[in-house]
């Protein structure tokens, strides 16, 4: 748990938007866990399995009756304080521009489809492979690829006043 119980909860609030629905399917994910015994290949099959069982659990959640869109306003700061560095302390300005462009960001992913939103996460904030995205979602590897290339140029648009792209 202590391993792998944060990555599965920030894959579940990027998918899910709210914090609680987010922490149930974690632990849904570890009784699932718990349920199967443990026993893996390796580690990075034992990671992948985890990564699945949390991605359908999320797909469970959103297709339910009662599931509503909500927006909860504290999911930015909860992901922009996991997602510091260990920089060195800025200053305030630099601190505040940073905090905001982190911001700017994460809602700019956030606001992205599913689909997409997905796999930049398991991309970029995993920081798991093309072909590993492939296995944990079902999808053929040229559809993560195509993916990524359109959620990143979707993030392009969206973002190009704020950090001024040419």
């Keep these: ?4 119980a944060d990555m599965l909860f920030r894959l579940s609030l990027i998918r899910l938007q709210n914090v609680q629905d987010a922490e149930d399917v974690v632990q849904e994910a570890f009784y699932q866990y718990v349920k199967h015994g443990g026993q893996f290949e ?5 990671k992948a399995w985890l ?4 991605l359908n659990a999320c797909r469970k959640v959103y297709r339910s009756a009662w599931s509503r869109r909500r927006v909860d306003a504290d999911w930015l700061e909860t992901a922009q304080e996991e997602q510091r560095t260990g920089a060195p302390e800025p200053g305030p300005e630099e601190d505040v521009l ?9 809602k700019a992913v956030w606001d992205l489809p599913a689909k ?15 072909r590993e995205i492939a296995g944990i979602t079902g999808r053929p590897e ?6 990524l290339t359109r959620g990143r140029e979707l993030l392009r648009r969206s973002l190009k006043e704020e950090f001024e792209f040419e």
């Design 116 to 130: 997409y939103r997905e796999v930049i996460h398991l991309f970029y904030y995993q920081e798991l492979s093309v």
């Design 98 to 106: 940073r905090r905001e462009q982190r911001r700017q960001l994460l």
């Design 142 to 147: 040229s559809t993560v690829t195509s993916q």
């Design 51 to 54: 990564l699945k069982v949390t």
């Design 42 to 46: 390796s580690p990075e099959h034992e």
């Design 1 to 4: 748990m202590d391993k792998y």
